[in-house]
């Protein structure tokens, strides 16, 4: 009898993450907590979605399954609302793959598309800097001809998430100098940099929960390979932008918090005044699931949802924060796990708005774009 071929649902794989998450937590694998998807590694777990061809589901054969966007949201859902520990592979299954196949020459969708769907290959995001942090197009990182195809690679990346578990980074770097009068986004490139490559230098940022996935990463006199260049020279503030709305757009700008809330619906009972407030978080996050699915829909067809994937980052870190503060009044009538959960996700807090992009920056580009509409 043949094998049956028929693609699943998303509700089908939405059932296998939930059956999943549920067996390893039983089996005390691993422990629900907001902010799993970056502080959160476990190459076990990211091991076992790679087996079940859950990363990179949605890139075309051979690289990947070739499933549709709301199939991965499906996925994506299920973990950060398990609070599943999803960090390691997070970036280069959510970003880095998408760009490499837009932009990626043949050679590099070969060399790291597979090894990213078997959670091998491991990204850590070069893109702020101490000087310039959200203002991207101030970066100061340049990466000069080397004569002979490649480049050489000088600067400093700061706040880089999971550097010190990375394969590989990405960076964006000013390769061109900006004329008298260019927009100051002109003349940026985007390159994929092995972490063991000389003159790369890691420096760990300790946050104030006494845990490190920040760090500072330096390029001293890097060579990169003419090969690991990403699509066209100069172009990278394009391609950079295009590439972010698979960053912003996503769930994890809204579910950060989801363990949480979860425990706030189940020891609420009974407590004044806070069933109202439970209401409108639900109505609030049955929009911005709904916003997510519009940003998945649009990637699925192939644009480029700038607008819509920042505003989705927005309205989605404010509801973020507000589950917190309606966890702060439910947490003295909880168990002491609930309270503990609760300061560590505080203490987690100020970064939400920051990561991705200021809200500053979030608003300029939703005005932005009304205004070119």
């Not at 079940?52 to 054969?61: N, S």
Request: charged share 25%.
């Amino acid at each position: 009898m043949p094998a049956d071929t028929t693609p699943p649902t998303p509700d089908d794989l939405r059932t296998q993450v939930r059956e999943l998450c549920a067996h390893w937590r039983r089996d005390g694998r691993y422990t629900p907590r907001s902010d799993s998807w970056l502080r959160s590694p476990d190459r076990a777990f990211s091991k076992e979605l790679a087996a079940r061809g859950l990363l990179g589901m949605t890139w075309p054969a051979p690289y990947g399954r070739g499933l549709g966007q709301l199939h991965r949201l499906a996925v994506t859902e299920e973990l950060l609302r398990a609070g599943a520990p999803v960090a390691l592979h997070w970036i280069a299954d959510r970003q880095i793959g998408p760009a490499i196949l837009r932009h990626g020459s043949d050679e590099l969708k070969q060399e790291l598309l597979p090894a990213i769907a078997a959670a091998d290959a491991v990204f850590c995001l070069g893109l702020s800097e101490p000087e310039a942090g959200s203002d991207l197009a101030a970066v100061r990182t340049r990466a000069e001809p080397d004569g002979a195809g490649g480049y050489v690679l000088t600067g400093r990346k700061i706040w880089t998430s999971g550097a010190h578990l990375a394969t590989h980074v990405y960076v964006l770097a000013r390769t061109h100098p900006r004329a008298e009068g260019e927009r100051p986004h002109a003349g940026l490139s985007e390159f994929v940099v092995d972490m063991t490559s000389e003159g790369i230098e890691i420096s760990p940022i300790v946050d104030m929960t006494g845990e490190h996935h920040f760090n500072e990463v330096s390029f001293d006199a890097v060579r990169v390979p003419g090969r690991r260049l990403l699509g066209t020279p100069g172009q990278g503030w394009r391609q950079v932008t295009e590439q972010l709305a698979f960053e912003r757009g996503g769930p994890e700008r809204v579910l950060t918090t989801y363990p949480l809330f979860a425990q706030v619906l189940a020891h609420a009972a009974g407590i004044p005044g806070v069933r109202a407030e439970i209401g409108r978080l639900t109505a609030r996050l049955a929009v911005l699931r709904a916003l997510c699915r519009d940003v998945a829909e649009a990637l699925g067809s192939g644009r480029s949802p700038v607008r819509e994937a920042a505003t989705c980052k927005l309205l989605g870190n404010e509801f973020e924060r507000d589950v917190l503060e309606l966890a702060r009044k439910v947490a003295p009538y909880g168990p002491a796990g609930f309270r503990r959960d609760l300061a560590e996700a505080l203490a987690a807090s100020p970064a939400f708005s920051l990561r991705g992009g200021a809200a500053e920056v979030l608003l300029s580009m939703v005005a932005k774009a009304e205004v070119a509409a």
